[in-house]
């Protein structure tokens, strides 16, 4: 049996380990097969649980018949003796499915965030191309709760049905009429709330859907604080969260609405099955046919089966909210990296050529790219690092979070319809062949880990995450001091190492929101040169800095890189001064080549580095 710290074993390569996403009840009931001893203990410890209530009518009522009303002190005592003991055995059983319930809720919370971690650092940057950051934050936070609670609730309902079993058992033995009364009217009351579901789960899945995007909207503002500070946006942002917050507040309460009346429903039903069997009871008593025992037993047994009645209720409710966050997580981890792939490595110190512009990179020269559209140099870096264009990634309509009812679900079905349309539109990029080759190979004949270790790809969306600096620059902890501190020098961020106080064990917020802009890309920048790859391809990576760190960085960076094949877009005359090349792009083509020297001479080149000259001056 699984125990605690919770082994999660559904995050293996193994296929028969990884989660079935072809609908939310199969993904459901493959989190009942990863632990489905956890699932097994809790309901035979919920059975245990529930067998006081079941069995002490029997046991009271036979203490009535046998003891008192016959005057039999020993048939009382040992009656009630039993009770005792199963009271005990209940109240034991209750420690034990209390653990169990911790233990497997644990097991699920952290096995899902562990299946959205995966599939965050396999899909990369396809991630945002597939859902928001905060719809991806919602799965692992409060879906992970929610299949918990899921779990909890099967178990308990399982336990309840077999007591419920046990109990109608009893009263057949006793009185048919009534057994039969029950065995009857249960599945009928249980059905009559089926109704409700429906729009208690079209109430949840609008209300997790604008949940997920105020997380989205929290994280930008979080992200961008500084920039809104710049720009005096901050009261704006935030009475857009506001706003958006109070919809979410809305979605809640009608969602509280359709629970409050799933659970009257559920009191109201099976006090009407309490009342009905206490009346049938006391007639059967009048005509004869039950003692004054028995009477009391089937009191009792209407009084418990308001317990597991309402048990049912519950997990039908608790049934469509795992539903819901189930379908929410299979959009994300349904999909794979759209991309064909081999398994051929990728060769050392390779010739890289792309068809689209028709820029060659030969190996170990630090060439330069110059464009008057940074989006064409960007869309380069992407191609020569196998990215797809980064124009789709925010493909998204007009703001539908007012809409309601009918409106809101074809709104949210347009939403997943475009999000579709990207998705195969990725595919239908990355499934041929991909038009980058190394040395004659295309890249879709190498396998996506090797081509990631060999051509990296630093630009201006790269982050930092919260930890130590060394973490920060050397996040693979294998280098030595004296490298990480070689590239520091590199990338001129000795000022971050000199005003963090511990130096290398100095720490950094997540994102490096203690740190400039320019701070956060120099850092960015040493953890680039440190990783030393075949092929280093940078985009603007002095854009946030001074004028004379900018000439430090130019310097330094071609003698870090002297040997080695990197490829630098921008259009810094000082970065732009120290490449052995450099290739003007006119309409995403290569149009000239040359020194940066050389290239002066021609009118589109000096047009587009002469602003920076100027700037410079």
């Not at 005792?84 to 034991?92: C, D, P, W």
């Not at 009191?267 to 028995?294: A, D, F, P």
């Not at 990355?430 to 880990?449: H, N």
Request: proline share 5%.
């Amino acid at each position: 049996m699984h125990d605690f710290p919770p082994r999660v074993d559904a995050y293996t390569p193994a296929e028969t380990s990884r989660p079935d996403t072809r609908s939310p009840s199969r993904f459901l009931f493959g989190l009942l097969r990863v632990q489905w001893d956890v699932v097994v203990a809790m309901s035979v410890a919920s059975l245990l649980w529930f067998m006081p209530g079941a069995i002490s009518p029997l046991l009271l009522g036979r203490a009535i018949d046998d003891g008192i009303l016959r005057g039999d002190l020993w048939a009382s005592l040992g009656w009630t003796g039993l009770l005792t003991v199963v009271i005990l055995i209940g109240a034991a059983a209750g420690i034990v499915q209390h653990t169990l319930v911790v233990r497997a809720w644990l097991i699920a919370m952290y096995g899902t965030m562990k299946l959205v971690t995966r599939k965050a650092v396999q899909l990369g940057h396809v991630l945002s191309r597939r859902l928001p950051t905060g719809e991806v934050l919602s799965i692992s936070s409060s879906d992970s709760n929610t299949f918990g609670q899921t779990l909890e609730v099967l178990s308990r309902a399982a336990g309840a049905f077999a007591a419920f079993v046990v109990v109608c058992g009893l009263m057949f033995s006793t009185s048919p009429p009534l057994g039969w009364v029950v065995v009857i009217a249960a599945p009928l009351l249980v059905a009559a709330s089926s109704p409700v579901l429906r729009p208690l789960n079209t109430a949840q899945t609008a209300e997790r859907t604008q949940t997920g995007e105020l997380t989205s909207m929290a994280t930008d503002i979080v992200s961008g604080l500084r920039i809104l500070r710049g720009i005096g946006g901050e009261r704006t942002f935030g009475n857009n969260y506001a706003a958006q917050s109070q919809r979410v507040r809305r979605l809640g309460v009608a969602t509280g609405t359709w629970q409050a009346v799933t659970e009257t429903i559920s009191v109201l039903l099976s006090g009407m099955l309490l009342v009905t069997l206490v009346w049938l009871g006391s007639h059967e008593l009048i005509e004869g046919r039950l003692s004054v025992g028995q009477l009391v037993s089937f009191v009792g047994y209407a009084v418990f089966m308001v317990w597991p009645m309402q048990t049912f209720f519950e997990f039908a409710q608790k049934w469509v909210q795992g539903l819901v966050s189930a379908r929410k997580t299979i959009a994300l981890l349904d999909p794979e990296v759209p991309f064909s792939q081999g398994a051929a490595e990728v060769p050392p110190r390779p010739r890289l050529v792309d068809a689209v512009s028709g820029v060659v990179v030969e190996p170990g020269r630090y060439l330069a790219v110059v464009s008057a559209v940074p989006e064409d140099s960007a869309a380069l870096a992407d191609r020569l690092g196998r990215y797809l264009p980064a124009q789709q990634l925010h493909e998204e309509g007009p703001d539908d979070s007012d809409l309601t009812g009918r409106a809101a679900r074809r709104a949210q079905a347009a939403k997943e319809v475009r999000r579709a349309a990207i998705a195969a539109s990725d595919v239908a990029l990355g499934a041929g062949e991909w038009g980058v080759t190394a040395d004659g190979i295309d890249y879709s004949q190498f396998s996506l880990a090797a081509l990631r270790s060999s051509v990296v790809v630093s630009d201006t969306g790269s982050q930092l995450f919260a930890g130590t600096l060394q973490q920060a620059v050397d996040p693979w902890g294998t280098h030595s001091v004296e490298q990480a501190e070689a590239v520091l020098h590199a990338a001129a961020a000795e000022d971050v190492y000199a005003g963090l106080p511990g130096g290398w064990q100095g720490r950094i917020d997540e994102l490096g929101r203690g740190l400039s802009g320019g701070q956060r890309q120099r850092v960015v920048l040493a953890r680039a040169l440190l990783h030393d790859p075949d092929v280093l391809v940078l985009v603007e990576p002095t854009s946030a800095v001074d004028a004379h760190t900018e000439a430090l960085i130019a310097e330094r960076l071609a003698g870090q890189r002297r040997g080695r094949t990197t490829v630098v877009m921008t259009a810094s005359p000082l970065v732009l001064h120290y490449a052995d090349e450099v290739v003007l792009l006119e309409d995403g083509r290569e149009s000239a080549r040359g020194t940066h020297v050389e290239l002066l001479a021609n009118p589109a080149y000096r047009a587009v580095v002469g602003r920076g000259m100027e700037e410079d001056e």
